[in-house]
């Protein structure tokens, strides 16, 4: 209770619960009278950096998160994930809002952390084994791709021209409006595998998409990307992004001080 008043304070602790600090009821403080439980602060008080604190509060109050949940996000460096790919104003807003969905690239974090897969980093496995595991793992899939997002089809197939195609995962993002398309890939991303990806959102775009919905995203997870790669092979306004996942938790102190050096560059910019 003492680490609970150091690090939020006896003004906001007040006006939060609407009484007076001292006359609130022992074993019914944060029960009763706040949106998170006492499991929850004492998880959220162990986080010294005020802005991930916040984010972390924002998200686990509008996601109903468990404390297990809150427990995972944390530990799979969550905030970092999310902030690395924000400009500075966006990278702010996540203490007071949240990762809120506003475009397309918001629904992007790299790494995507898929350690509740139970996959072996040096083991073999194929396209197929990481496939099935997502979706004998979707609840937890989702909970990673971050909200909003419904889960469509597996290989989901369209023909054109006497030829089959199948795009590995179908989501749809009901935040954004559009669909979301997946693609895995175990190996290096290639130049071939972003033309195939954007002949598959070309198709959706013009022939699934209805008129009030909007653009179709395609993301290619795989296993290592180029930036330049993919800058020099997609077209500027394409809706295609690339993002690598891993089998197992980041190293939450690289995450932190790769997010330092980047607030700073963008400090500088």
Same mark, same amino acid.
């Given at each position: 209770m003492r680490q609970f008043y150091l690090t939020y304070g006896k003004p906001q602790i007040q006006q939060a619960a609407s009484v007076e600090f001292e006359n609130l009821p022992i074993g019914q403080t944060l029960s009763d009278q706040f949106k998170l439980s006492w499991s929850h602060y004492l998880i959220l008080m162990k986080? &010294? *950096?005020?802005?991930?604190?916040?984010?972390?509060?924002?998200e686990t109050i509008q996601n109903n998160w468990s404390i297990r949940t809150l427990e995972r996000q944390y530990h799979?460096?969550?905030?970092?994930?999310i902030a690395l790919s924000k400009d500075k104003k966006k990278i702010e807003a996540l203490a007071s809002k949240g990762n809120n969905l506003e475009t397309p690239?918001?629904?992007?974090?790299?790494?995507?952390?898929?350690?509740?897969l139970g996959l072996e980093e040096k083991s073999n496995y194929s396209e197929t084994d990481l496939e099935s595991a997502i979706i004998d793992k979707l609840k937890d899939f989702l909970l990673e791709l971050g909200k909003?997002?419904?889960?469509?089809?597996?290989?989901?197939?369209?023909?054109? &021209? *006497?030829?089959?195609f199948f795009v590995d995962l179908v989501f749809y993002n009901r935040l954004l409006q559009c669909y979301v398309l997946i693609d895995l890939k175990t190996d290096e991303l290639s130049h071939q595998d972003?033309?195939?990806m954007q002949m598959y959102v070309n198709y959706f775009d013009r022939h699934v998409r209805t008129e009030f919905e909007k653009p179709t995203i395609g993301i290619l997870l795989c296993k290592k990307k180029s930036d330049l790669l993919v800058e020099l092979t997609l077209p500027e306004e394409a809706n295609i992004y690339a993002s690598e996942y891993s089998l197992y938790l980041p190293d939450k102190q690289l995450l932190q001080q790769k997010l330092l050096e980047w607030t700073e560059e963008l400090g500088q910019g």
């Open positions: 986080i &010294d *950096n005020t802005d991930e604190r916040k984010f972390y509060e924002i799979s460096s969550l905030y970092e994930r690239k918001d629904v992007i974090k790299s790494p995507l952390v898929l350690e509740f909003g997002f419904l889960f469509e089809a597996r290989q989901k197939r369209f023909s054109f &021209d *006497n030829k089959h972003l033309g195939q």
